[in-house]
Nanobody, 116 residues
């Protein structure tokens, strides 16, 4: 059973910052594209950002310029730095490891709430 362990969610005020981390087994982290998805109540799960093993990144238009995804290859961790957050960023955020069809793994999710 592959475990992706997320941390860093919580309550943050609009305009603030939050940092999400996801630790993966080394065997997964070295080979898989890592990403963050989110799902707000009543909405479909959507891609927030992902990063390939060489470090190429991809972002949803709604978070470009505000969020940064990175890989810590020493700690086998993918990080999502969230800056200038907005109420519409409120969602459960899920870590994902992807290599192909039916070859991916999900974390348990961490709640991010943006509210004053």
């Amino acid at each position: 059973q592959v475990q992706l362990v997320e941390s860093g969610g919580g309550l943050v005020q609009p305009g603030g910052s939050l940092r999400l981390s996801c630790a993966a087994p080394e065997s997964i982290f070295r080979l898989y594209r890592m990403g963050w998805y989110r799902q707000a109540p009543g909405k479909r799960r959507e891609l927030v950002a992902d990063i390939t093993t060489p470090g190429n990144t991809n972002y949803a238009e709604s978070v470009k310029g505000r969020f940064t995804i990175s890989r810590d290859n020493i700690k086998n961790t993918v990080i999502l730095q969230m800056n200038s957050v907005k109420p519409e960023d409120t969602a459960v955020y899920y870590c994902n490891a992807f290599r192909g069809h039916e070859d991916d793994y999900w974390g348990q999710g961490t709640q991010v709430t943006v509210s004053s």
